[in-house]
């Protein structure tokens, strides 16, 4: 029971009391004039309690009085009970406070020993950093293959890898043991390299990824990455139902990795892709909101990490879709939303510029996009300049053969 409940209680039972005296009082003071008085509805005690005593007339008044008085005892006797109660648990409550943190430390001494409650030295941090920079440079030698969407205002392969800065805050923890962080950190390698693999490799580190969640769920870095993991299952599978199940576990456990971080720039960025693999399943409502959910997310990690050109890249794939929206599409935002999402193929293009600038060759897609956007403001010569580019790139990912449909029909009508 909390303390209001209590207090609550409390107060009621004196109001009783006091109530029950106050009836006596009067009562007595009826009987001394002689007058003969009806009790109001809300006093009358027959309606209001069932007493052993109190009979349907009042033949015996003396008697009445007396069970009235004892009755009266009785509560107040129970409300000192009940203080005394509330008291103790007090005490106890108190006692408790005290002693949590002690038996914390106590657990921690327990299990770990002293010895291992340490903080990495700066030369440590400093290898690992060198290995996580290491591991990122090998994974960015191949554009293409950090391509892994399908539709919508989604896509690819996008985010940073090696180690974070809440990644190395959370190892450095004085509350970790360096058998825990060393087992993090070869996982989160283990999972970087695994996820620019084959298919075979991504659905190993989704399986990998799902094994550690309950140890390393409270951990950002490993949060995003199993995200990751979500949405490369998405692109494998082509059964409609696994599809939406992916998507829906990947946006859950990125909801809550924000929620720990917000400050996290690929946990902003990889709720944004699930929230754009969403439209493939939504109605047209429920589209536009995740249309703006992922343009929100995604200008969030654009302001906490400028520097990469995947982002860049998103937000072109939005501008462009948003660019291409239906009538009916627009009446429906304008209805829901009050103002509907607005872009042009000019920012789409900008977007798609600074990913190349960024990052020559980022993937095939971004060239796709690139022609696509002169193709419509009618700057044939540059369409076709892109497509060129687009064509020297070997499709390797999904996103890269969906890339390779849309450059043969692209290339159909720029030749009519």
């Known amino acids: 029971m909390s303390h209001s409940e209590n207090k609550g209680l409390?107060?009621?039972?004196?109001?009783?009391?006091?109530?029950?005296?106050?009836?006596?009082?009067?009562?007595?003071?009826?009987r001394k004039s002689e007058a003969t008085v009806n009790l109001p509805a809300f006093l009358d005690l027959r309606n209001r309690f069932h007493y052993?005593?109190?009979?349907?007339?009042?033949?015996?008044e003396q008697g009445t009085v007396m069970a009235l008085e004892g009755r009266q005892l009785q509560i107040l006797e129970k409300l000192n009970g009940l203080l005394l109660s509330v008291e103790e648990l007090k005490r106890e409550v108190k006692f408790l406070k005290e002693a949590v943190p002690k038996l914390e430390e106590l657990v921690r001494e327990e299990l770990q020993g002293k010895a291992d409650?340490?903080?990495?030295?700066?030369?440590?941090?400093?290898?690992?950093?060198?290995?996580?920079?290491?591991?990122?440079?090998?994974?960015?030698?191949?554009?293409?293959?950090?391509?892994?969407?399908?539709?919508?205002?989604?896509?690819?392969?996008?985010?940073?890898?090696?180690?974070?800065?809440?990644?190395?805050?959370?190892?450095?923890s004085p509350a970790a043991s360096e058998e825990k962080e060393t087992e993090l950190f070869n996982l989160l390698q283990?999972?970087?390299?695994?996820?620019?693999?084959?298919?075979?490799?991504?659905?190993?580190?989704?399986?990998?990824?799902?094994?550690?969640?309950?140890?390393?769920?409270?951990?950002?870095?490993?949060?995003?990455?199993?995200?990751?993991?979500?949405?490369?299952?998405?692109?494998?599978?082509?059964?409609?139902?696994?599809?939406?199940?992916y998507v829906i576990n990947g946006k859950i456990v990125a909801e809550k990795a924000i929620q720990m971080d917000a400050m996290s720039a690929d946990s902003h960025?990889?709720?944004?892709?699930?929230?754009?693999?969403?439209?493939?399943?939504?109605?047209i409502q429920n589209k536009i909101k995740?249309?703006?959910?992922?343009?929100?997310?995604?200008?969030?990690?654009?302001?906490?990490?400028?520097?990469?050109?995947?982002?860049?890249?998103?937000?072109g794939r939005w501008c462009y879709s948003v660019a291409q929206l239906s009538w009916i599409e627009k009446k429906v935002a304008a209805t829901l939303f009050g103002?509907?999402?607005?872009?042009?193929?000019?920012?789409?293009?900008?977007?798609?510029?600074?990913?190349?600038?960024?990052?020559?060759?980022?993937?095939?897609?971004?060239?796709?996009?690139?022609?696509k956007c002169y193709k419509d403001l009618g700057q044939r010569s540059n369409a076709l300049k892109y497509c060129d580019s687009a064509s020297s790139l070997l499709p390797v990912t999904n996103e890269d053969k969906e890339a390779q449909k849309d450059l043969e029909a692209l290339l159909l009508t720029l030749q009519l």
């Open 117 to 172: 409650v340490c903080r990495i030295s700066p030369s440590h941090r400093a290898t690992r950093k060198r290995r996580a920079e290491t591991a990122c440079g090998a994974t960015e030698t191949t554009s293409s293959e950090e391509a892994d969407s399908e539709g919508g205002y989604l896509t690819a392969h996008t985010d940073t890898e090696g180690e974070s800065e809440e990644e190395k805050g959370w190892i450095s």
């Open 190 to 245: 283990q999972v970087d390299s695994l996820h620019c693999g084959s298919d075979d490799d991504k659905k190993e580190s989704f399986r990998k990824l799902l094994e550690k969640e309950e140890k390393y769920g409270n951990h950002v870095g490993f949060l995003w990455r199993l995200v990751r993991a979500f949405g490369d299952m998405f692109e494998m599978t082509t059964d409609v139902e696994e599809k939406k199940k």
């Open 290 to 315: 995740n249309g703006y959910l992922f343009k929100e997310h995604l200008d969030k990690a654009i302001e906490l990490k400028p520097q990469d050109p995947s982002l860049y890249y998103l937000n």
């Open 10 to 30: 409390i107060l009621g039972i004196m109001a009783g009391a006091a109530g029950i005296s106050l009836v006596l009082v009067w009562y007595h003071k009826i």
């Open 339 to 371: 103002t509907p999402p607005t872009s042009t193929v000019q920012e789409a293009l900008q977007n798609f510029l600074k990913a190349e600038e960024m990052h020559p060759g980022y993937s095939k897609y971004n060239y796709v996009y690139l022609a």
């Open 52 to 60: 052993v005593g109190l009979q349907n007339e009042i033949h015996n």
């Open 269 to 283: 960025q990889w709720f944004a892709i699930m929230c754009g693999y969403m439209s493939e399943f939504d109605s």
